[in-house]
């Protein structure tokens, strides 16, 4: 029992000894309650290159850890069938074409009828007008018995004659213009073969398009997820790309420090990997509501409190110039100023790699 009792005050001890160390390791000389400190590691913003459509990858043009560009040309998915569905698209937009431009002759050919039936129109009530006089003439005539009845008959069924040629010739001429009307018809409708064709077409251009893997935006390939031949779903993930401009330390603070923490409020880092240097950040992100602090993170105190994630933004010109030194996932500890009239200390001040 004594043994026991005194191999928990060691280990009692033992705890003590390494939170003092801790304590010290986070808490630089001359650092008083106007500051306040967080673990974490950093992150940045990952982009998934995925493919849109179902299909076969083809070749994959990067390697783990390759600088990449935005607009790059990442990996090419196979298109074969794509290119068959292009080409029978332009077939097809090809035959709408040539349907528009057969309807249109129609709609010519339709207009002809009507002039040519206009044309009737014209001499037959040129006719009608002459059997018309030649009838009243011979209707005076008969009359004072210059003439036969026979004659007057005869005029009378020229007149009639003529005027049925007139009804007939204007009915050619309705015919004509409805035929007008049937023909533009298909003209519209080639024409919406046409639209139909083109859209098809472009449809099927972007889907080739869409199977170039491009980068959108400039960053560093991180992993691999599939390789040249495999066979994805729509979405199937090809790359992963970490954009190194936009870097963070992703660290947490308790409820009793949050609330005085301003976005934008200065930030002093220091990474485990590299504690020689301190790195300026700012906060670009507090988290509204509390959540428990995740696995990955120690912190000195209160490990099983509610804790509120925070986000401390490394500038871009430092990335852009240190873009080959920028790592994620590297642990650091991350330093903000509570009191605006505290003055940070010299093991504090700015020293970045040059």
């Keep these: 029992m004594i043994k026991d009792h005194r191999g928990m005050l060691a280990t009692a001890a033992t705890v003590v000894v390494m939170a003092v160390v801790l304590g010290l390791k986070l808490s630089p000389a001359g650092l008083g309650a106007g500051f306040v400190s967080g673990n974490g590691r950093v992150e940045a913003t990952e982009v998934d290159i995925a493919t849109k459509l179902a299909g076969r990858v083809q070749t994959i043009l990067v390697d783990e850890g390759d600088f990449v560009q935005a607009g790059q040309l990442l990996a090419q998915m196979q298109v074969d069938v794509l290119n068959a569905q292009h080409d029978a698209a332009k077939a097809q937009l090809q035959q709408a074409i040539t349907a528009v431009a057969s309807a249109e002759a129609q709609v010519a050919a339709r207009q002809s009828d009507v002039a040519a039936a206009q044309a009737a129109t014209a001499q037959r009530q040129a006719e009608l007008g002459a059997a018309k006089s030649r009838f009243l003439r011979t209707k005076e005539l008969s009359a004072s018995g210059a003439i036969s009845l026979q004659d007057h008959d005869d005029d009378l069924a020229r007149l009639h004659g003529a005027e049925a040629a007139v009804t ?32 098809t077409a472009a449809s099927i251009e972007a889907d080739i398009l869409d199977c170039q893997l ?43 420090a949050v609330g005085k923490v301003a976005l934008g409020s200065e930030v002093r880092v220091i990474l485990d990997a590299a504690p020689q240097y301190v790195i300026p950040a700012q906060v670009s992100y507090v988290a509204s509501v509390a959540q428990f602090t995740p696995k990955t993170v120690e912190t000195a105190t209160e490990r099983q409190k509610l804790m509120f994630r925070v986000k401390a933004q490394f500038g871009r010109p430092l990335l852009q110039k240190n873009l080959k030194l920028v ?28």
């Design 168 to 199: 007939a010739a204007q009915a050619q001429v309705a015919a004509a213009q409805a035929a007008i009307k049937a023909a533009e018809a298909q003209v519209i409708g080639a024409n919406a073969a046409v639209t139909a064709s083109k859209a």
């Design 214 to 256: 491009k980068s959108p935006r400039d960053g560093r390939v991180q992993y691999r997820v599939a390789q040249a031949g495999e066979v994805l779903a729509p979405g199937g993930k090809v790359l992963n790309l970490v954009d190194l401009s936009d870097v963070y330390l992703t660290f947490f603070l308790p409820e009793t």
């Design 327 to 354: 790592k994620t996932g590297v642990p650091g500890v991350a330093w903000l100023k509570l009191d605006a009239k505290a003055e940070w200390p010299e093991n504090l001040a700015i020293k970045v790699p040059q």
